[in-house]
């Protein structure tokens, strides 16, 4: 992603973007996304059908973050492609794409339909989400996951990516970055998605924060930063050939620049940008700058993936 940003008079690539749910649902929260000073953008996870998603209140912040249970609250995929087939590529900034098949035959639909229309925008099909009561996560299952990009990757023949949820077993890393390393034109990794089923209660109620899933909810922000960190330099040093786009935790420049220290080619930014709104890029482009002005780096590969260690 390397729309560049002139801050400070040096021009940078401007790695950041929203991750997809955060201010992607609807055409006017894009919009909003495309005039910021984002370096791309991405849409909500689509899915076959529109979906009203999980009752509400299934979003709050949290001291640490904030819990989620959205449920795949989305305009249906013909919605978003409808709005990458009226987007101005050359104009604007790269258009991600993100889809959430309920099933493989509603992820095939979906990739066969954007493969058809033949558009600039770059897939990031999405193995995990935590929040559809009764589906168990894609991501979580490695031997489905295969599957799934066994059938998806030869459909989509162009570069695509893939939304994962966190891992916590070294183990686990080896076998999906195994998995991950069968496709050629997977080309990138979106890491990670929020830490699943975490739960949130009031100490004076005594009662679950969120409603969907007796209080049960993705957890995000500043308490998964290490956890996304961690994803993004395993799959880093596992995958020499794929790019890594860390997700979790980042609040500031700093948090950017750890990701990037760690592996990752660009940033998405979920609860930072709910909390913040599109204003939140301009920030952090230019705290970004800031710290590689103070350390002495011109580029972003003047320092991604130098993470040192003992
Ligand atoms: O509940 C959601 O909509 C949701 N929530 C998440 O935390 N990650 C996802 O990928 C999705 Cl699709």
Request: proline share 6%; aromatic share 10%; glycine share 8%.
């Amino acid at each position: 992603v390397d729309i560049s940003t002139s801050i400070s008079g040096t021009t940078l690539p401007n790695v950041f973007f929203n991750a997809s749910g955060v201010w992607c649902q609807h055409e006017d929260e894009l919009q909003a996304m495309v005039e910021s000073h984002s370096g791309a953008l991405i849409t909500k996870s689509a899915t076959l059908a529109p979906r009203q998603g999980n009752p509400s209140p299934r979003y709050l912040p949290l001291p640490l973050g904030s819990i989620s249970s959205m449920g795949l609250p989305n305009e249906g995929y013909e919605y978003y492609l409808r709005y990458a087939c009226s987007f101005n590529y050359s104009r604007t900034k790269p258009l991600f794409i993100s889809l959430s098949g309920l099933s493989l035959g509603d992820s095939v639909k979906m990739v066969e339909a954007f493969v058809a229309a033949d558009l600039p925008c770059m897939l990031e099909i999405n193995f995990s989400c935590p929040n559809v009561p009764g589906k168990p996560q894609l991501g979580y299952d490695f031997e489905a996951m295969d599957a799934a990009l066994a059938t998806l990757a030869p459909l989509i023949k162009k570069p695509f990516g893939i939304k994962l949820p966190p891992f916590f077993d070294i183990a686990h890393f080896d076998l999906v970055a195994a998995v991950c390393q069968k496709y050629s034109n997977l080309a990138f990794l979106t890491c990670v998605n929020s830490i699943g089923n975490g739960l949130a209660i009031d100490f004076e109620t005594e009662t679950a924060l969120i409603k969907p899933k007796d209080g049960y909810g993705g957890l995000s922000g500043a308490m998964i930063l290490n956890t996304a960190l961690a994803n993004v330099n395993a799959f880093y040093r596992r995958l020499p050939d794929k790019q890594i786009i860390g997700v979790g935790g980042v609040a500031s420049g700093k948090e950017a620049f750890l990701h990037i220290l760690a592996g990752a080619s660009a940033v998405q930014i979920g609860t930072q940008l709910m909390e913040e709104g599109p204003a939140v890029f301009e920030r952090l482009n230019k705290e970004l700058a800031e710290i590689m002005a103070a350390k002495g780096y011109n580029t972003i590969e003047d320092f991604r993936g130098r993470l040192k260690t003992l």
